[in-house]
T-cell receptor, first 113, second 114 residues
């Protein structure tokens, strides 16, 4: 069945450095790829998303890139800050309607000052 | 975006009992979903709650264990039946308000079974 692999599982960076999290998916029909940030004890919050007809999307310090041929997408966070510390999940759609999501296992990002 | 309210926010239940979790949205939504997040784990889709018809369950989840209702475009319930300690998880409702994505999540229900 559909699978989303996410790497690394943990990532520690110094404040101001960049962080990159990578995901691969197995279903070539997947057409939507969101990224969620989950702080401890809180709901997952959408931080950025990308659709299959776009190669890159940027929102201030956050960017996502998509390579449909290789079936992988990445989250890039520049100028990291301590408040970026959280668990980040990638996801991909798994049904023809493009609604239901399958999630990666998550990356725990720690930003030290 | 829509305001999503889940009740209860947390509960401690006895083995063998059932609990119904409610998800209420402040505006009509096109899609509603239920996810499970086991301690320290990722999110796993349980089912898509279909308005006025039976929910669509993912592999590994069955209606007898997780009955779902969605009587209208703003409300859904998930029941966790005949609970065992393995059902201790956070259960999350998510919604799609437009014609496709994105999904937004409620705060979740933290369930512990003794």
């Amino acid at each position: 069945g559909e699978n989303v692999e996410q790497h690394p599982s943990t990532l520690s960076v110094q404040e101001g450095d960049s962080a990159v999290i990578k995901c691969t998916y197995s279903d070539s029909a997947s057409n939507y790829f969101p990224w969620y940030k989950q702080e401890l004890g809180k709901r997952p919050q959408l931080i950025i998303d990308i659709r299959s007809n776009v190669g890159e999307k940027k929102d201030q310090r956050i960017a996502v890139t998509l390579n449909k041929t290789a079936k992988h997408f990445s989250l890039h966070i520049t100028e990291t800050q301590p408040e970026d510390s959280a668990v980040y999940f990638c996801a991909a759609t798994i049904n023809q309607a493009g609604t239901a999501l399958i999630f990666g296992k998550g990356t725990t990002l720690s930003v030290s000052s | 975006s829509a305001v999503i309210s889940q009740k209860p926010s947390r509960d401690i239940c006895q083995r063998g009992t059932s609990l119904t979790i409610q998800c209420q949205v402040d505006s009509q939504v096109t899609m509603m979903f239920w996810y499970r997040q086991q301690p320290g784990q990722s999110l796993t889709l349980i089912a898509t709650a279909n308005q006025g018809s039976e929910a669509t369950y993912e592999s590994g989840f069955v209606i007898d264990k997780f009955p779902i209702s969605r009587p209208n475009l703003t409300f859904s319930t998930l029941t966790v039946s005949n609970m065992s300690p393995e059902d201790s998880s956070i259960y999350l409702c998510s919604v799609v308000t437009g014609s496709g994505q994105p999904q937004h999540f409620g705060d979740g229900t933290r369930l512990s079974i003794l």
